[in-house]
């Protein structure tokens, strides 16, 4: 008697099992790893083509921002998110069939880690299955370097130089090495002193 109980008792828990596997859910994202202002798909995917499924989320509000689902050929969507949490219903009227349901997400800053979870799955049967969840990282869009700096990306890579002094023709003035006072000055200087000793030697006389 009591080995036909615990075999009803299996039996009862393998159909359970079966009946979950049937109707549940698998989520995945088309890419793990994005940039802040990046959007990124999650897709529900049922395990069979259905003509209705509903299934709750839940996510981080200050991470990402729910963008909304797209809508299969000939279904209807109807959301109700808000603040990192809510219900999404896809279905159809007229029998169509739908094997993926395709939320956008946009990343909102940069975290380690932040997860979609997808709970509550019903399919047109009405049985109720846990889904699953992604994992993202969200970098921040300013880690990208420079490709032509990538050691210093704060540093410029062509600094301008500093104009150089000219003359009136254009051509650079060279500076004394000593003074610093260009060569030009110096020797219009040299001429004003021998002038002014000719004119002084011409009034001795």
């Known amino acids: 008697m009591k080995k036909s109980i615990l075999v009803a008792i299996l039996v009862a828990v393998m159909l359970l099992v079966a009946v979950g596997s049937v109707n549940a859910a698998t989520v995945t994202?088309?890419?793990?790893?994005?940039?802040?202002?990046?959007?990124?798909?999650?897709?529900?995917?049922?395990?069979?083509?259905?003509?209705?499924v509903q299934f709750d989320?839940?996510?981080d509000a200050t991470a990402l921002s729910y963008e909304g689902t797209a809508k299969p050929t000939g279904m209807e969507v109807m959301d109700q998110v808000?603040?990192?949490?809510?219900?999404?219903?896809?279905?159809?009227m007229d029998g169509?069939?739908?094997?993926?349901?395709?939320?956008?997400?946009?990343?909102?800053?940069?975290?380690?880690?932040?997860?979609?979870?997808?709970?509550?799955?019903v399919s047109g049967a009405e049985e109720v299955a846990e889904a699953g969840k992604v994992t993202l990282k969200v970098e921040k869009a300013e880690d990208q370097k420079d490709p032509e700096n990538p050691t210093n990306p704060d540093k410029p890579t062509n600094p301008e130089k500093p104009n150089k002094p000219t003359d009136i023709n254009g051509k650079p003035i060279?500076?004394?090495?000593?003074?610093?006072?260009?060569?030009?000055?110096?020797?219009?200087?040299?001429?004003?002193?021998?002038?002014?000793?000719?004119?002084a030697i011409r009034r001795n006389k």
């Open 96 to 121: 169509k069939t739908t094997n993926a349901v395709v939320m956008t997400f946009k990343a909102l800053k940069d975290v380690e880690a932040t997860e979609v979870k997808v709970t509550g799955f």
């Open 29 to 52: 994202a088309n890419k793990t790893t994005i940039k802040a202002g990046e959007e990124v798909k999650i897709t529900v995917t049922p395990s069979e083509a259905r003509d209705g």
């Open 82 to 92: 808000t603040g990192g949490t809510g219900r999404v219903m896809v279905y159809s």
């Open 174 to 199: 060279v500076e004394h090495p000593q003074t610093g006072a260009p060569i030009y000055a110096v020797a219009v200087a040299v001429i004003v002193i021998a002038a002014g000793a000719v004119l």
């Open 57 to 59: 989320i839940e996510y």
